[in-house]
């Protein structure tokens, strides 16, 4: 699943294929849940797939390439505050693969659009005795179901706003092209050759 090389010499092969097909297919398929709500057959496919997705990336993340592997990117609490901190002095470290603040978003996101998932089938199952939660469910849990769904969806929401702008502040920060690099898996070689 690794390549070698990438066409700009100046360039390092970081994230493999899969990882960028769960990392965009996991982005459409939230916001295509997200803006399906009321299309309730949609919405439900559209948050299967998007459980079926994480499911994937997470197993990945123990078995997949160098940088898809939590073990590349899960740093310990104290040196994601010294980067962040780094970051609030503008003097930050660059990473070929994730940053520790990065790492931890990635962790954020995977956990609350699972939440998210899980409390929707919950609430299909307690408004229309449907899917795989069906019978296990109490029918009067719908209405803080709902609530608890809206939340944790509006919240997965802003987590995605905080990504992008560290996106945007990692780019800007170091001259790297981060969303270029997640269409492409290639990032511009560092200045210790890596």
Not at 116 to 124: E, F, K, M, N, R
Request: charged fraction near 20%; hydrophobic fraction near 50%.
């Amino acid at each position: 699943m690794e390549r070698t090389g990438c066409d700009d010499a100046g360039a390092v092969f970081v994230w493999d294929l899969l990882v960028r097909i769960l990392h965009w297919s996991l982005a459409a398929g939230f916001f295509g849940a997200y803006l399906t709500e009321d299309w309730e057959t949609v919405h439900v496919w559209m948050g299967y797939a998007v459980l079926a997705i994480v499911g994937v990336r997470v197993v990945w993340g123990f078995i997949g390439t160098r940088h898809a592997r939590f073990a590349d990117f899960v740093y310990p609490p104290s040196v994601v505050r010294a980067y962040l901190k780094d970051v609030s002095r503008i003097r930050h470290r660059r990473y070929l693969g994730h940053n520790p603040a990065g790492g931890y978003m990635i962790l954020a996101l995977l956990a609350f659009v699972t939440l998210t998932g899980v409390t929707g089938l919950a609430l299909y199952a307690a408004e229309d005795q449907a899917g795989p939660l069906a019978g296990w469910v109490a029918t009067g849990w719908s209405e803080g179901l709902e609530e608890v769904h809206e939340f944790l969806a509006n919240f997965t929401l802003f987590l995605v706003a905080i990504h992008v702008i560290g996106v945007v502040v990692e780019s800007v920060m170091h001259k790297d092209n981060l969303v270029r690099a997640m269409w492409t898996g290639c990032k511009r070689r560092g200045d210790d050759g890596a």
